[in-house]
């Protein structure tokens, strides 16, 4: 089943955050730092083009390290940006955000002109906590499904900075439909919007391929699999069987997309940066 999602909601957002470039300075753009490509809304990358921005790879403590640190050179080599690395453990600081913004704007930097910062990104990519961290207080609503933020909320960030979250905005068409299947497991697409089993299916073929060892430390087995027997694995060890006993594949899904995302399986990264 194709995966899509782009609730009447979000058209909306899109309209008004299309008004609201109009009256800012900068563009704070977070993103998953286990699939920073996938996790990039090409429609947002052309809405407000014309601002700097700081990209913002978030969930940093839950991909790979090595692979997050190619990802922000990566996106360093964009004109008018920079990019920092941000973890519950690794929080970005307001000086090392302020000081960076405003080596991007100094044109405005006058002080008698108040600034106005827009944060935006995918659902569920963590925008309202990065915002409640950076604050040091609880000022935006989080919650761990996607499309918790439905409104734009304007917050003063510092004396003279005003920090705008928006809603969590998917594009119409989701046209590379391994990227939806990355973001459907990493909980950035509403669990009603996807065929669960699929999902996890290729997630399970993805890691099979590119993180056997991480599957054989968290669910106890030696050699190469398929991803039907992973399946199966996975029921036995954690009890994922129907009354007869047979596999129960939806709650196997569940707890292999579980695992993913919430860090059991250690530090994954879905995708590495392309090539120069």
Not at 20 to 32: C, M, V
Request: proline fraction near 5%.
């Amino acid at each position: 089943m194709p995966i899509s999602w782009f609730p009447g909601h979000m058209n909306k957002a899109e309209k008004e955050l299309r008004k609201l470039i109009k009256s800012s300075d900068l563009i704070i753009e977070l993103l998953d730092a286990r699939a920073p490509s996938a996790s990039r809304n090409p429609l947002l990358a052309t809405i407000g083009k014309e601002l700097p921005r700081i990209f913002i790879l978030n969930k940093l403590d839950l991909g790979d390290p090595a692979i997050s640190r190619k990802w922000e050179i990566y996106f360093q080599k964009y004109t008018s940006a920079k990019c920092l690395l941000n973890s519950i453990y690794r929080p970005v600081s307001i000086d090392k955000l302020r000081s960076l913004a405003r080596s991007l704007i100094k044109e405005k930097n006058s002080p008698y002109k108040s600034l106005q910062f827009i944060i935006i990104g995918i659902p569920n990519v963590g925008k309202s906590s990065f915002i409640n961290s950076l604050c040091k207080r609880k000022i935006t609503k989080t919650g761990n499904e996607p499309a918790v933020t439905k409104a734009q909320q304007r917050i003063k960030f510092d004396k003279d900075i005003f920090l705008v979250d928006t809603p969590g905005l998917l594009w119409p068409k989701l046209e590379d439909q391994d990227a939806a299947n990355k973001l459907g497991a990493l909980g950035s697409i509403k669990h009603t919007a996807i065929d669960l089993e699929d999902v996890a299916w290729f997630i399970a073929e993805y890691l099979l391929s590119e993180q056997l060892t991480a599957l054989q430390s968290r669910y106890s087995f030696k050699g190469i699999i398929t991803a039907d027997k992973l399946f199966n694995l996975i029921a036995e060890v954690t009890g994922c069987l129907t009354k007869g006993g047979d596999l129960n594949y939806h709650k196997v899904a569940e707890t292999l997309l579980n695992d993913l995302r919430s860090g059991k399986l250690g530090a994954i990264s879905l995708e590495a940066p392309p090539r120069p």
